[in-house]
Each structure stands twice: as C-alpha cells, then as structure tokens.
C-alpha cells in the first residue's frame, strides 16, 4: 500500500484492484478472487490473458534476440509479421512502420500525410480518442480532460462531425447527410481541400461512446478523399485485430483507407503499434524521416506473428461476431426492463450501453452499475464524452457461458442500482 503512495496520481484509478495474474477471461486479484475481465486491458488481450502460444512466443524470442533496432539491423519477428499482416490488412496496403503505442502510431501516420501530401491539415471527427501525445491530444475531442491544462495545442486541426445519430436524436440517415454537409461546409468555410492533407477517423468511435456510424459514412469520406486528393486515414487502433467480428472494421464497409493504424490488440499486451500503407505512399518518406528506438521490438514482433495465428486457428473474429450478437440480444432485452439503458450498439464484441435519465446523459447510473459489476467480480469500462455509456470488450475467445454470467451480474447490478435510486 505505502508503494503506491510513490505511482503519479496522474493515472486515473477506475478500481482498488491488485492482481497476482491472468489467464484467458480471468484476472486473480491478491484479494484470492477471480475477476471476469470484460475489459481487456482496454481492448487490447484480444486472445485472452497470457494465451500459452502467444507466451511460447514470447519465451523463445526473449531467449533469442530482446532488440534488434531497425535502424541497425533487420530481425526474424519483424519480416515474419509483415508476412502474417499481409494475409490480413486489407489490400492494397502492403508496407508498414512499427512504433509502440497507439499514439505513437497516430504521430507517425499524420506525419506521413504531412509529409507525402505537403499539405498541412487534419480533419478529424467529433469525439474521436486518437492518443495523448502532444498532436494525438490535439487530434482527440472525446473529453476536454484530455486537452485542458495543455493548451494551446498543436495547430492544423479541424473538427467535424462524427453520425452519432442517439445523441442527435435524429435517424441514423437524417444524421449521416448532416455530418456530410458539414463535413463539405467544413472544406468550404475552413480548411480548403488543397491544405488538407488527411481525414482521420475511427470506422467505430471508441472512448467517445462507442457509436457505430451509418452505413455509407466510411464510403462517403472515401470518395471526398479521392475527388480531393486527400488521404483517408483509418484509426484501428481499438477497433482492429478481430475486435468487432472482422479482422478490421474498414472491411465492414468494404472501404480501404490510404493508412491504417493499428496497435492494441496487435500483440497480445506488449507495446507494439503500426501503420500500413500502400507503398507508393510509403516510397515518399525519405529515409531518416522518421523512425525511433524501439519501434517493432523482437519480442513484441513475436508475440503479434502468434497473436494473428491464434486469431486464424481459433476463429476469433468469427467468434467476437457470434458472441457479439449474444451479448446485443441479451442487452436489448434488459434495456425493455431497464428505461435508463438509452441505447445499446455495437458490432462483435464491441458493444456500448447509453445510459440516459429524461433524454439527458446519465453518468452516475453508469458508474453506479460499473461499481456494483466490480463487487460482483465482473470488470467494465466506461465511455462516452459524459461517460456514462458502459463498454463491453471481452477477450475475442469469451464463451457463450461467459457472456450470460456477465449479462446475469449486469442484469444483478442494474437491479440493485434501480433499488438504490427508487
Ligand atoms: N486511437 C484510438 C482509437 C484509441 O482507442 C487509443 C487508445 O485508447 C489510441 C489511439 C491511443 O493509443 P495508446 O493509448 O496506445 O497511445
């Protein structure tokens, strides 16, 4: 306890919570309990915790080579995950930078737009989470935590709407051709295709509430980027590697962004972020234009070669899709029982439930059922710019048996917070 007087205040602390280990949707807390993590870790142990191949992996790569900086020297894990990706990242983007963390990615794909297009604008979308460096804060508008005390940010940013169509209060067609119109008022009235390098979007919004966006938005933004010459950058970071019932969450759409970003889920746990493109893109990066210490580690290139063979083997994003729709149907029919769970969207298992008290958001609700979860032994997120939207995001492997004993405790939480606020 007198340790953790010395870890930064800054990390903002969602549970009292000190665990031993993890196996698969389990964590061991040091109070000898087993908590069912629907977190994972914030959408990133998509195989689940510790997958023994993902940590054979790990082993023998630890015992053969821990770094092997890319500057200096080419390594095995690196060219074996360039491989493994090209079975999965959507064609034609077929060459990749390695960095460490989602933001680090995010950095280094509005450098490349910068770079290759010599223009200086990014147009981003309302409520997007892209990372906490200093442009990645500058690029985020989820919550003004993230930016206050920081400012002025980075500059060359521009913000349009993102069809949130249950905030709006609109139908999700009504809401996609406003944002749209806004989206061409926005190119018209501020930043002038020509100054536009890039539109950076996430195809599902994460930490801004998980809201899944009309079909057509992603099409839409693709082809003003053709007409335009601007890229269209795809931020997976959250949504990727199986997460929502595809490998990536373009591929719904059957849209396929000049860059895509990805990290999270992409090794299992160890930090390891990228980004793919096409390379006549790419082939406009002069070298020494970029790069860093320990971008595309040995280790954590090994541990993402098992990851999306795990992922291949076990069917994952077949079973984020199966297990998904479960979780949905389950949620929509606690929300008949329950008026304050407004709206519950998702695609595979990443699935968010709004709760709203008289049409207004209702933050203390989702906390309230985010504590009383946790004292029944199950772990969940919140979203949202009033955080009061619950995340859902299981471990890719989760069962059918899992999904309804942590809709039973869900269903539990809400009965008991219900009672609370009668
Ligand atoms: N982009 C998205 C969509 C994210 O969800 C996140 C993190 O939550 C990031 C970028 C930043 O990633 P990291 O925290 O690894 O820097």
Redesign the pocket.
């Known amino acids: 306890m007198a340790t953790r007087a010395h870890l930064a205040p800054v990390w903002l602390r969602i549970f009292d919570l000190e665990v031993t280990h993890g196996e698969g949707v389990y964590l061991y807390g040091t109070d000898g309990r087993r908590y069912l993590d629907f977190t994972s870790g914030?959408g990133v142990t998509n195989t689940g915790h510790c997958h023994p191949r993902v940590v054979a992996a790990v082993q023998e790569q630890a015992a053969r080579l821990l770094h092997g900086q890319a500057n200096i020297v080419y390594h095995r894990p690196m060219l074996e995950l360039v491989e493994a990706l090209l079975t999965v990242v959507p064609a034609p983007l077929d060459t990749f930078f390695f960095a460490n963390?989602?933001?680090?990615a995010?950095e280094a794909a509005v450098k490349l737009a910068r770079y290759a297009t010599g223009r200086p604008n990014i147009i981003v979308f309302q409520g997007s989470?892209?990372?906490?460096t200093n442009m990645?804060m500058a690029l985020t508008t989820s919550k003004t935590i993230y930016r206050a005390g920081y400012q002025p940010l980075a500059a060359g940013v521009y913000v349009a709407p993102y069809p949130y169509a249950y905030r709006y209060g609109w139908d999700p067609e009504t809401t996609l051709r406003f944002c749209l119109r806004e989206l061409d008022f926005l190119l018209k009235s501020q930043t002038a295709p020509e100054e536009t390098a890039a539109l950076l979007v996430?195809p599902i919004l994460?930490?801004g509430g998980y809201v899944v966006p009309p079909p057509g938005f992603l099409a839409a933004l693709r082809e003003r980027c053709d007409h335009y010459g601007m890229l269209l950058i795809a931020?997976e970071?959250?949504t990727g590697f199986g997460r929502t019932g595809r490998f990536f969450a373009v591929e719904h759409e059957g849209v396929v962004p000049d860059i895509l970003i990805m990290?999270?889920g992409m090794a299992s746990g160890l930090p390891l972020?990228g980004i793919a493109a096409r390379a006549e893109w790419m082939a406009r990066w002069k070298p020494g234009a970029h790069g860093g210490t320990f971008g595309g580690n040995a280790v954590a290139c090994a541990a993402a070669v098992a990851t999306i063979q795990v992922m291949k083997a076990e069917r994952l994003p077949e079973n984020a899709a199966a297990r998904g729709a479960e979780l949905m149907a389950g949620l929509r029919r606690l929300a008949e029982r329950f008026p304050g769970l407004g709206d519950v969207r998702g695609r595979g298992l990443m699935v968010g439930v709004e709760f709203s008290r008289n049409g207004e958001p209702d933050p203390a609700a989702a906390k309230a059922v985010q504590a009383a979860c946790f004292r029944r032994g199950l772990l969940l997120l919140t979203c949202g710019t009033y955080d009061n939207v619950i995340r859902w995001v299981p471990p890719l492997g989760v069962t059918a048996e899992q999904i309804q004993e942590g809709l039973r405790i869900f269903e539990e939480a809400l009965a008991e917070v219900a009672e609370i606020s009668r």
Request: aromatic residues 4%.
């Open positions: 914030i963390s989602g933001a680090e995010v989470f892209h990372g906490r990645a996430e994460g930490e931020d970071v959250q990290a999270k972020s």
